[in-house]
Nanobody, 127 residues
């Protein structure tokens, strides 16, 4: 089992940047594919990005492509989400998730493919 703790959220003006971090407990972080999802008020949770166990697969939602970058540091048991050129539409609670079932080069994009979830960190982008 793994525990996930997100950090780095906050209030930022449109056009600004934030870097989210997700720290995982345990010594098997490298065996998990990792993902970021977000949920805006009154909306369903949506996929943002993911990174495979290999680090070689990094899909993105179309809405964030070219602005967000996901990365992982297995030595620090941490996955990051660098968010640039933020827009008010990026506002929401951002969740980190871990998948232990996928293959080495697989990066899940569906929420039901993930086994563990963090508590979330709030990101608010003002106009």
């Amino acid at each position: 089992q793994v525990q996930l703790v997100e950090s780095g959220g906050g209030l930022v003006q449109a056009g600004g940047s934030l870097r989210l971090s997700c720290a995982a407990s345990g010594r098997t972080f490298s065996s998990y594919a990792m993902g970021w999802f977000r949920q805006a008020p009154g909306k369903e949770r949506e996929f943002v990005s993911a990174v495979s166990r290999s680090g070689g697969r990094t899909p993105y939602a179309d809405s964030v492509k070219g602005r967000f970058t996901i990365s992982r540091d297995n030595a620090r048991n941490t996955v990051y989400l660098q968010m640039n050129s933020l827009k008010p539409g990026d506002t929401g609670v951002y969740y980190c998730a871990a998948d232990q079932r996928g293959s080495y080069n697989y990066a899940p994009v569906r929420a039901d493919e993930y086994d563990y979830w963090g508590q979330g960190t709030q990101v608010t982008v003002s106009p």
